[in-house]
């Protein structure tokens, strides 16, 4: 047995530790979570002129010019997005402080201009990037370094998404696929539940969604949820398949930065003219309307696909997460109308299978469901979450993911997602 003396050091240094987290984890969450309220309120405020204004779509390509422009100043021009945070927490590779400005406006002017973006994505970049900030004040070391990025990243998502539960998992569970990263739980915890409540002191709340119909939990609807779960999961490769080639073929096509965003604006033009506005922005009237409506147009999941694999990879900023949101919901619906099962309880879990396949964290997607929709659908959401981590193979939408453990085994393979 540890000697008391052994023991009383032991037990002393974590007391220390978890003080010094606390403290810093508060500070983070208040900063990020102000931040990313501010944020929040942006992107409300531009997605609302947008709508009631259409004609600004026809100003993409001046605001992807602004955006490449932004980004050349800053000598930020191959900045890497969410993969860079991900790098960041895994390495000793810096997120500059410029990125959390840079990201904040060049996804404004995305989304006030009609670009296929989401926000927590974004959001992700700036909580990283302000989490790097402090812990280069107060010159953390490399370990410590990496707790308060993660910091930042809860604190972002939860300001922003309004789902704390989930926003202290993501971080966490993103980075290494397999392995959780346990020593950030307290930092995490507390930095998310801060930032929350900063943003509900500025008037913001979490997105919460009515689930009408939940059917019996029995065998026939269980095998009907259960091929919605397999179709997601393919889904959920096509998504980053698509995504990553129409970035890799743009740029290889169109080597010019400026030239490339406004081609990539002007189709944005062309499709939302020949398809409508709903494409446009993140899409969250869409996913309601599929959740607690049962509707939806049936192609509506192809169109946000191509409009969003457009958006990002000609060079506009903003998030992957709402619009997999959209395409799991919007797919998830038009499967439940064609099985005869609640299109909306197959809407909740298409957006919780299809964020499951392209982010691999089952355990935030389970969390994100029972925040966003409660728990009445819970035997639905686990099933779909299971299948689809299983099902979607080694895809991501972050290259920068780390696959350490096998999806359908117990064994070490240390491997980047596809």
């Known amino acids: 047995m540890k000697a008391a003396e052994e023991i009383a050091k032991e037990e002393g240094h974590q007391l220390i530790t978890f003080v010094k987290w606390l403290i810093f984890s508060l500070i983070t969450g208040a900063f990020v979570g102000g931040v990313g309220a501010a944020f929040s309120i942006s992107m409300t405020y531009v997605t609302n002129l947008r709508q009631e204004n259409s004609w600004l779509v026809f100003l993409l390509p001046a605001a992807g010019i602004?955006?490449?422009?932004?980004?050349?100043?800053?000598?930020?021009?191959?900045?890497?997005?969410?993969?860079?945070?991900?790098?960041?927490?895994?390495?000793?590779?810096?997120?500059?402080?410029?990125?959390?400005?840079?990201?904040?406006?060049?996804?404004?002017?995305?989304?006030?201009?009609?670009?296929?973006?989401?926000?927590?994505?974004?959001?992700?970049?700036?909580?990283?990037?302000?989490?790097?900030?402090?812990?280069?004040?107060?010159?953390?070391?490399?370990?410590?370094?990496t707790i308060i990025i993660m910091c930042g990243m809860s604190a972002a998502f939860s300001a922003v998404f309004g789902t704390p539960l989930a926003a202290v998992i993501f971080p966490m569970e993103m980075v290494s696929i397999g392995i959780m990263y346990y020593a950030a739980l307290v930092p995490c915890t507390v930095a998310s539940l801060t930032a929350n409540q900063i943003a509900l002191l500025c008037g913001l709340e979490g997105e919460q969604f009515l689930i009408r119909e939940v059917p019996a939990f029995n065998v026939l609807n269980t095998g009907k949820i259960g091929i919605v779960a397999i179709l997601c999961a393919f889904l959920s490769i096509a998504f980053c398949i698509l995504l990553h080639q129409t970035e890799a073929?743009?740029?290889?096509?169109?080597?010019?930065?400026?030239?490339?965003?406004?081609?990539?604006?002007?189709?944005?033009?062309?499709?939302?003219?020949?398809?409508?506005?709903?494409?446009?922005?993140?899409?969250m009237d869409v996913i309601r309307r599929a959740v607690e409506e049962g509707q939806v147009f049936y192609g509506a999941f192809l169109l946000k696909l191509i409009f969003t694999a457009i958006t990002l990879g000609s060079g506009y900023r903003g998030g992957e997460i709402v619009p997999s949101f959209f395409v799991g919901a919007a797919f998830g619906c038009l499967m439940g109308h064609l099985l005869g099962i609640s299109p909306g309880l197959c809407a909740a879990a298409g957006m919780t299978g299809v964020f499951c396949g392209v982010t691999n964290s089952p355990m935030t997607s389970l969390f994100i469901s029972f925040e966003l929709f409660g728990m009445q659908g819970m035997p639905y959401y686990l099933i779909v979450t299971a299948i689809c981590y299983m099902l979607s193979g080694y895809f991501g939408l972050y290259k920068s993911q780390k696959i350490v453990y096998s999806k359908s085994e117990p064994t070490y393979i240390n491997r980047e997602s596809d």
């Open 249 to 283: 073929f743009l740029r290889k096509r169109i080597t010019n930065p400026y030239l490339r965003i406004v081609i990539g604006g002007g189709i944005i033009i062309l499709l939302t003219l020949l398809f409508g506005t709903e494409y446009n922005g993140a899409g």
């Open 66 to 145: 602004l955006i490449v422009l932004l980004y050349k100043l800053c000598h930020q021009e191959h900045h890497k997005g969410t993969n860079l945070v991900i790098t960041a927490i895994r390495t000793d590779e810096l997120i500059h402080a410029r990125t959390a400005p840079l990201i904040f406006i060049s996804t404004i002017l995305t989304h006030i201009c009609g670009g296929s973006a989401g926000r927590e994505g974004a959001a992700l970049q700036l909580g990283g990037s302000i989490g790097e900030s402090i812990g280069r004040i107060f010159k953390f070391d490399e370990k410590d370094r």
